[in-house]
């Protein structure tokens, strides 16, 4: 067998286990008449197992991918995969003042994927590099020399060496790699955590917290910059979201400055974020419980602060980055060289196979609910609008798995309504969707970072 195992029996145990205590909710015992489990420990019972769920198909490779702990600094240090590791390289050589005030000329020479986004995420991976690069965590990096030799290997191979390389990455950042990988899956459980309070608050349904572990495209790309993404969307989202219920000033101001990073790391959270703006206005419209013009005020002007303090503090250009990543996208995404409608229909397949089958149903329903409610403002129906204009711009051809992974909480939130409330019915959509999320990883190479 291609897959060890073990791991693969561990991962049908937790899908189980999570489909058994949401059919447990709501079961009362015969004698006393009182339920088996209450609510809570169903509700924290889920979210345990919803870590142990991501760990669980994080780890779950190939054979011929092992040792785990050395694919995963792979996929971090590799030049084709992500490219951002080394620009964190450049930072130390350069400085930030420097780096950032000739951004956009040196954007066009930039490897593959880093030549398409903002400075965000060159600089994190420069922070998390140097918090990785600490003598106790590199001691504890669980790499041994057959397995650095490997990686040396493979990263040659990937990119073999030129006179004119200035660095190539020693043993200390092959170890560095491992843990910002790490960071990465952390960054991951804490987004799906924070969107499995929001789902169950005001609902108190555990079967959400299954259904949210169990999403398909989310365990696919724990270990890479796909979970910040993730992470940031979901937590504008969840500030959007009280902010909208409290409508006070400083769920304004968190609201602003977590876009602005989500902005500050990537253009392409400009779309998700454009989601969630959508709704905001909507709400305004239609709620007699309106915000006031002044929070707007300040949470637009968060939303852009870091790109206005970069330029006045070192003279880092805005416009003329974005132009060039344009372009670099252009380049890169095979717009240019793919045909369009095959993709239209193409990257919406791929998007629900993220999604999974479970979420898919509520989809179904919860848009038919929406529509008998009078068609009430919904992110979700904001979300999804904006994906199908993403899709038919011909912008997106390809991987839109991936790259729309911060759109499943939203897409998915409000149809949260339609959720079943019988246990039974819950624990066999949280059953088949992560038993369809392990068949399709142990079965489609695509999934893999590279």
Not at 310 to 315: E, F
Not at 373 to 400: I, K, M, Q, T, Y
Request: charged fraction near 10%; aromatic fraction near 12%.
């Amino acid at each position: 067998m291609e897959f060890d195992p073990i791991w693969v029996l561990a991962a049908l145990a937790l899908v189980g286990a999570m489909a058994t205590l949401c059919w447990q909710s709501g079961r009362t015992s015969s004698a006393s008449d009182k339920p088996l489990l209450s609510q809570r420990q169903i509700i924290w019972g889920l979210l345990l197992l919803a870590v142990l769920v991501r760990l669980v198909f994080a780890v779950l490779l190939p054979q011929s991918y092992r040792p785990v702990p050395a694919f995963w600094a792979l996929v971090i240090v590799s030049p084709i995969a992500t490219s951002f590791y080394g620009e964190a390289q450049k930072i130390k050589e350069q400085g930030v003042a420097t780096y950032l005030r000739d951004y956009h000329e040196q954007l066009p020479q930039k490897p593959f994927h880093a030549a398409t986004h903002p400075p965000g995420l060159p600089l994190l991976f420069a922070l998390l590099r140097s918090i990785a690069m600490h003598p106790t965590l590199q001691s504890v990096v669980p790499l041994k020399e057959q397995d650095l030799q490997v990686l040396r290997q493979a990263y040659r191979y990937l990119k073999p060496f030129e006179p004119t390389d200035l660095w190539y990455p020693s043993d200390a950042d092959m170890k560095a790699a491992w843990w910002i990988a790490v960071f990465c899956w952390l960054f991951g459980a804490l987004a799906v955590m924070l969107w499995g309070w929001l789902l169950t608050s005001g609902s108190g349904q555990g079967t959400l917290i299954a259904l949210a572990a169990t999403t398909p495209g989310l365990l696919w790309w724990q270990t890479t910059v796909d979970s910040v993404h993730l992470l940031v969307i979901t937590a504008t989202f969840a500030a959007a979201w009280k902010w909208r219920q409290e409508r006070s000033i400083p769920w304004a101001l968190l609201t602003g400055c977590i876009a602005g990073i989500a902005l500050w790391l990537a253009f392409k959270n400009a779309v998700p974020l454009l989601a969630i703006a959508l709704w905001l206005l909507w709400e305004q419209w239609r709620s007699q419980a309106r915000l006031p013009l002044l929070q707007i005020a300040l949470a637009a002007v968060l939303a852009v602060a870091p790109y206005l303090l970069a330029w006045l503090l070192v003279g880092f250009q805005p416009i003329a980055t974005f132009q060039a990543a344009n372009a670099g996208h252009h380049a890169q995404a095979g717009a240019h060289a793919r045909s369009y409608l095959p993709w239209v229909v193409g990257n919406l397949a791929d998007f629900a196979m993220a999604l999974g089958g479970g979420w898919l149903g509520l989809l179904v329903a919860g848009l038919v609910w929406w529509w008998r409610s009078g068609c009430p403002p919904s992110v979700s129906v904001a979300a999804l609008l904006v994906l199908l204009l993403l899709d038919f711009s011909g912008l997106v051809r390809g991987e839109a798995a991936r790259l729309w992974l911060p759109f499943v909480p939203l897409v998915t939130w409000d149809f949260r309504q339609v959720a079943p409330s019988e246990g039974r019915e819950g624990a066999l959509m949280v059953l088949v969707q992560g038993l369809t999320a392990l068949a399709l990883l142990t079965w489609l190479e695509f999934l893999r970072p590279f």
